[in-house]
């Protein structure tokens, strides 16, 4: 699906109702990069596809929870790169459309103790997939670097939400941050 609309920076922040600083700011730090149209110095603006949209407003969200920049960027870099995944058994998906769907899947990302990051992705009515076990900081300039791939997590034999841990398909030990990003896309402006 190649999505043929384009929006400019000050038409994002005023859908989103957002400052336009907010924006350049995820923008300079590298969390969300224009794929229509980078700035390229004074005078010239930044355009945005709606995947960037869905980006933005993610990322937005994820700021009001008081997560550093770093580990918001990480965050989004793991999502878009969860879509081209996804792209590789429905060629025409796109997050920012495909979640708008009244029957599309619910997708949440979830950071499990401030360290990994996990996708759920589940129909309604379903029982959700769990995705990645990817740690931030092989995201945000640790040792060791990511490989690219978000695996589908096996559940472990015997897991009891009781007795291991915090809670949650993932299995935390003391806290979980979780985003509808299902919600977000449907929530966003785009017409």
């Known amino acids: 699906m190649v999505d043929?609309?384009?929006?400019?920076?000050?038409d994002v922040a005023r859908r989103l109702d957002v400052p336009q600083h907010r924006l350049i700011?995820?923008?300079?730090?590298?969390?969300?990069v224009p794929d229509v149209h980078d700035a390229a110095g004074r005078g010239s603006s930044r355009v945005f596809s709606s995947r960037n949209f869905l980006e933005l407003a993610v990322a937005l969200r994820l700021r009001e929870?008081?997560?550093?920049?770093?580990?918001?960027?990480?965050?989004?870099?793991v999502l878009r790169a969860f879509e081209q995944q996804?792209?590789?058994d429905l060629p025409d998906f796109s997050l920012a459309d495909g979640l708008r769907d009244p029957r599309s899947p619910d997708l949440r990302v979830i950071?499990?103790?401030?360290?990994?990051?996990?996708?759920?992705?589940?129909?309604?009515?379903?029982?959700?997939?769990?995705?990645g076990g990817i740690?931030?900081?092989?995201?945000?300039?640790?040792?060791?670097?990511w490989d690219g791939r978000i695996e589908a997590v096996r559940r472990r034999a015997g897991a009891n939400r009781d007795t291991d841990g915090?809670?949650?398909?993932?299995h935390s030990q003391f806290a979980r941050l979780e985003l509808s990003v299902t919600a977000i896309s449907k929530a966003l402006p785009l017409d």
């Open 86 to 88: 996804l792209r590789k």
């Open 111 to 131: 950071i499990s103790d401030g360290q990994t990051i996990y996708f759920s992705l589940g129909m309604p009515g379903q029982k959700p997939k769990l995705f």
């Open 25 to 32: 700011h995820l923008c300079e730090k590298g969390v969300v």
């Open 4 to 10: 043929e609309r384009s929006f400019s920076l000050s």
């Open 65 to 77: 929870m008081m997560l550093p920049v770093t580990a918001v960027g990480a965050i989004v870099h």
């Open 166 to 170: 915090f809670g949650g398909p993932e």
């Open 135 to 145: 740690p931030l900081e092989q995201l945000s300039g640790g040792t060791a670097r």
